[in-house]
């Protein structure tokens, strides 16, 4: 079975700063996707960053990139120039390979507040 | 704009009193899924639909039921509603097949159980 893990409750960032959020996760395959999802207080869910475990380039979308370590099971989320509006709630998932996307198994997440 | 509407954001029902929370689709999906999220814990998936094809959770318990009457709807069912129910449940759809796509989450509808 898989299993994903985030071991920072929480966290906090001053605005314009840099700011790393760990994962880790279990899996006996070799082909899957992970993704960093984002729940604002009080709105939906929203897809961050997806990365495709058979792609060894990191993904990358504007100030958000990851650093994957396959071999180490590891998925950091590290974020720049952190804006207020990127408080919320930071959830790791890990989906299989040729399922659904949203077949997800999800880490307990990370709080994220930015400061201002 | 396209997206994933959940009906009602809050709802209170008593114990043992079924209750359906209902979700809605405008972006053609032929995928949608019921996930429980419970205070401080990482959302649980129950169980999805693959167009008509159900697909439940092996530790989903039996009290959860969900119907997919067409495309575009999705309802969650629970039968006698305990304490332990009381959660966020959040509907989220994607695409599976040609052009997959990630999830698209709903508001979620914060079910108290009195």
């Known amino acids: 079975a898989q299993t994903v893990t985030q071991s920072q409750p929480e966290m906090s960032v001053q605005e314009a700063e840099t700011v790393t959020l760990s994962c880790t996760y279990d899996t006996s395959e070799n082909n899957y996707y992970l993704f960093w999802y984002k729940q604002p207080p009080s709105r939906q869910m929203i897809l961050v960053i997806r990365q495709e475990a058979y792609k060894q380039q990191n993904a990358t979308e504007n100030r958000f990139s990851v650093n994957f370590q396959k071999a180490a099971k590891s998925f950091s989320l590290k974020i720049s120039d952190s804006q207020l509006g990127d408080t919320a709630m930071y959830f790791c998932a890990f989906s299989r390979y040729g399922g659904s996307q949203g077949n997800l198994i999800f880490g307990k997440g990370t709080k994220l507040s930015v400061k201002p | 704009d396209a997206m994933v509407i959940q009906n009602p954001r809050y709802q209170v029902t008593q114990f043992g009193k079924p209750v359906t929370l209902s979700c809605s689709q405008t972006?053609?999906?032929?995928?949608m899924y019921w996930y429980q999220q419970k205070s401080s814990q990482a959302p649980k998936l129950l169980f999805h639909?693959?167009?008509?094809?159900?697909?439940n959770e092996a530790d989903t318990p039996d009290n959860f039921q969900s119907r997919r009457p067409n495309t575009s709807f999705c309802f969650l069912d629970i039968r006698s509603p305990g304490l332990g129910d009381a959660a966020m449940y959040l509907c989220a759809t994607s695409r599976k097949g040609n052009r997959a796509t990630e999830a698209f989450f709903g508001q979620g509808t914060r079910l108290t159980v009195v």
């Open positions: 639909y693959y167009d008509k094809d159900f697909n």
């Open positions: 972006l053609n999906h032929n995928v």
